[in-house]
């Protein structure tokens, strides 16, 4: 044989060796380890303060009037569903099985100064302290080590996609959150056309025709969830008018405006009624908004009626399904309830859901909405007159304030008494 097939027959030799130690870890970490020595598992209704930090890094939240707060190293309301994943991911946690107590396979498991280090408190006052390190042998799953122990755990419900976020992630993003069902009407305006859409129980109407669902329901989609990108945290001026407007009627009005702007090119920068700084959003997250406007013809100011023909097209189906703790057979009752009230309190949103609300009693849960256009010389106090209404419900539905001058051809939304 020659010596070249010698020194290829040696190296292939080598090779498999090599590769069957770099497989044979693996393997031992998925399939073989111990039961874990230790129980640890976290009650998230009675957890109030949670910190985040690594590479010198952090972030601490707390837990103000049912609200999470992120109160260092900024002051800002925590993203509902970064906040809804962190901690069903707590309620969820469970040390699986031991896999190592020899301090020095720490590294090889990122559960050294390479983890991020969790620090959990209770209402009690108790904190516990986790090291979150690499990802475990299957989704869902990761190596972790409490702080006072030496010893390594494969978990479940803590990996470092939860955790690993970056500042800005865990800031609210959530813009509004609304069941369709909840919505009354919406206005658009957007390319220097109007259209407004009224409910009819399941059907949109337009300039007294249905509209089909399958126009309407994207648009009513992207507002029932609209989500910011980024935030403008520098001065802004925003110059001309808006190029696309909404008005959406619910038990409360919401004015949302999208503004170009020359360093947002494939972005809005949204300001909206429920909160006072500007968004970013992508142009995409709400194509189907502005297509509702070419979609119909102008419509007449007064009452919308439904058509009867072809009525069935403009069937939707609405119906809030939630998502979550609702459906996840693995946690609590009480745990469900905590994470659906994060998903109820988000910013925008108290206006917006059903449930826990009061039985109806007002004006707004029994009368019909209608759009008014102002006319010249006419006040808050005389359009109030007019419809038999307090000054403080036109305010309201309108979002003004006492001393507010209505200009002609300005609409107002107005429930009449049915």
């Known amino acids: ?249 619910a038990d409360e009005l919401v004015r949302l405006e999208f503004y170009n702007h020359p360093k947002f090119k494939n972005q809005y920068l949204l300001k909206s009624s429920t909160e006072p700084k500007l968004f970013a959003v992508n142009k995409s997250a709400i194509s189907s908004i502005g297509k509702l406007v070419g979609s119909v013809s102008m419509p007449e100011e007064g009452e919308f009626v439904a058509t009867e023909a072809e009525a069935e097209q403009g069937d939707m189906d609405d119906s809030y399904k939630p998502t979550g703790a609702e459906q996840n057979s693995e946690l609590s009752p009480e745990a469900q309830r905590v994470l659906q009230s994060i998903l109820q309190q988000s910013r925008g949103t108290a206006l917006t859901t059903q449930q826990g609300l009061p039985a109806a009693t007002g004006i707004e849960d029994s009368g019909e909405l209608t759009v008014y256009t102002v006319r010249a010389g006419e006040t808050i106090a005389s359009i109030s007159r007019k419809f038999n209404i307090t000054e403080e419900q036109l305010m309201k539905w309108n979002i003004l304030k006492p001393g507010d001058v209505l200009k002609p051809g300005m609409e107002l939304y107005v429930y009449i008494a049915k």
């Open 1 to 249: 044989m020659k010596r070249s097939s010698y020194f290829f027959l040696i190296l292939i030799v080598v090779v498999l060796v090599v590769g069957y130690w770099l497989i044979k870890p693996t393997e031992s970490q998925e399939f073989t380890y111990e039961a874990p020595d230790i129980q640890l598992s976290f009650d998230i209704a009675k957890v109030s303060k949670i910190e985040i930090e690594k590479n010198k890094q952090y972030v601490r939240f707390e837990k103000i009037r049912d609200r999470w707060k992120i109160i260092d190293p900024i002051n800002a309301y925590a993203d509902d569903e970064a906040m809804y994943n962190l901690l069903e991911g707590l309620a969820k946690f469970k040390l699986l099985g031991l896999i190592s107590t020899n301090a020095q396979k720490q590294a090889m498991y990122e559960v050294d100064n390479a983890g991020t280090n969790v620090t959990i408190t209770t209402d009690a006052g108790t904190p516990t302290v986790l090291i979150v390190g690499k990802v475990g042998p299957t989704s869902g799953q990761a190596y972790v080590r409490p702080a006072s122990s030496g010893s390594v755990y494969l978990a479940k419900g803590i990996v470092p996609a939860l955790v690993g976020k970056n500042l800005s992630e865990w800031r609210q993003r959530t813009v509004l959150r609304m069941e369709p069902r909840m919505m009354k009407m919406i206005t658009v305006r957007y390319g220097g056309d109007r259209a407004v859409f009224k409910r009819d129980d399941k059907k949109w109407v337009s300039n007294g025709a249905v509209v089909p669902a399958k126009t309407m329901k994207p648009a009513v989609d992207q507002l029932s969830l609209l989500r910011a990108e980024g935030f403008v945290d520098t001065v802004v001026f925003l110059s001309g008018s808006p190029a696309l407007n909404v008005e959406l009627m």
